[in-house]
């Protein structure tokens, strides 16, 4: 099993940016693909971001894309997501999530499903 603790959330104003980051602890040499989803409030889940644990191979939501950037550092077993001119339609609670499942490399997992295990959240609240 994996276990992920997300953290770097807050409230912060329109224009500014956060970064969260999602560390990995257990089976960590079983991961083959993180990604962040987020929720906002009355909202289902939604993709926001994936990559590869090589660090290929990243994908993005059509809403983030040139905002958002995810990395991973596989030596602390840890992902990141830099998020820069958030908007309030940015808010929710983000969730990273990963899978050991393989994939070909230009497959992309954008789908709850497609993930095996999650963190338990972290909250982003951007003001107007």
């Known amino acids: 099993q994996v276990q992920l603790v997300e953290s770097g959330g807050g409230l912060v104003q329109a224009g500014e940016s956060l970064r969260l980051s999602c560390a990995a602890s257990?089976?960590?040499?079983?991961?083959?693909?993180m990604g962040w989803f987020r929720q906002g409030p009355g909202k289902e889940r939604e993709f926001v971001a994936a990559?590869?644990?090589?660090?290929?191979?990243?994908d993005y939501a059509d809403a983030v894309k040139g905002r958002f950037t995810i990395s991973r550092d596989s030596s602390k077993n840890t992902g990141y997501l830099q998020m820069e001119s958030l908007k309030p339609e940015d808010t929710a609670a983000y969730y990273c999530?990963?899978?050991?499942?393989?994939?070909?490399?230009?497959?992309?997992?954008?789908?709850?499903?497609?993930?095996?295990?999650w963190g338990q959240g972290t909250q982003v609240t951007v003001s107007s």
């Open positions: 999530a990963v899978t050991s499942s393989v994939y070909p490399s230009w497959y992309t997992l954008r789908e709850s499903r497609q993930y095996d295990y």
């Open positions: 990559i590869r644990w090589n660090g290929e191979n990243t």
């Open positions: 257990g089976r960590t040499s079983s991961i083959h693909r």
